[in-house]
């Protein structure tokens, strides 16, 4: 499959509680595993803690369809019942 995706964009996460990650990520890829971790931390803390974040460019603006489908190529099948 093609995307059609700026070939030189930074990622960041963020989320309304949580904040931003902090993080320039290079790819979608890099922010994917930010995210993930950040969810994974959140779990660990037990009492239905959970992260509100999500990727955005870094400058704010919001993932494309084409970098939306391209995220969910990326994802673990199995993230989801762990």
């Known amino acids: 499959m093609t995307y059609e995706i700026d070939p030189n964009p930074t990622y960041t996460c ?3 509680v949580r904040g931003r ?3 320039r990520h290079e790819s979608l890829g890099e922010a994917l595993d930010c ?3 950040d969810q994974h931390d ?3 803390l037990g009492g239905g803690a ?6 955005v460019h870094s400058d704010g603006s919001l993932l494309s369809d084409d ?3 391209l995220l969910d190529d990326l994802r673990d099948p199995w ?3 762990r």
């Open 79 to 81: 993230e989801v019942i």
């Open 35 to 37: 995210l993930e971790a």
């Open 21 to 23: 990650c902090g993080h």
């Open 67 to 69: 970098e939306h489908r």
């Open 50 to 55: 959970y992260s509100d974040r999500h990727i």
């Open 14 to 16: 963020i989320g309304s």
């Open 42 to 44: 959140c779990r660990q």
